[in-house]
């Protein structure tokens, strides 16, 4: 797989704190998926999340970059499994995407440590 980053949603980014976090937005259009194949996507902890209580990754899409965006994905990863290298979201787009995507970090507890790496690949 290729990384591009025009498609890099989030680079590293810190998931300290507590709340809502959001990647970058992407614009999906022909270049993305031009060949009709499924598009990957990778979430993945770059460092090991500590001191919160659980973390839900959310994919989320709009037909406007700043309108109210709607999650298309979600899975919910609990203290125990946020650790370095572990993948919470890993997979392929869903057909059910708007024109534009991005991740949605909600972080209960507070976290002191803890990044994250966002893409999707192209072959």
């Known amino acids: 797989m290729i990384i591009d980053q025009n498609l890099v ?3 590293n ?3 300290v704190g ?3 976090k959001k990647s ?3 614009e999906l259009n022909g270049e993305v998926n031009e060949m009709g194949r499924p598009v990957p996507i ?4 770059t460092e090991t999340v500590k001191g919160a209580t659980s973390i839900t990754f959310k994919l989320v899409t709009c037909d406007t970059k700043d309108g109210t965006f709607k999650e298309v ?3 919910k990863v609990m203290d125990a499994d946020l650790k370095l290298g572990a993948k919470p979201i890993s997979g392929y787009l869903p057909q059910t995407l708007k024109k534009f ?3 949605d ?5 507070n976290s002191n440590s803890g990044s994250v790496f966002a893409n999707l690949g192209i072959y």
């Open 73 to 75: 994905l979600s899975n």
């Open 105 to 109: 970090y909600v972080i209960e507890g």
């Open 42 to 45: 990778n979430v993945q902890l």
């Open 13 to 15: 980014q810190s998931l």
């Open 24 to 26: 970058k937005v992407i």
């Open 18 to 20: 507590t709340g809502l």
């Open 101 to 103: 995507i991005r991740v």
């Open 9 to 11: 949603l989030s680079d």
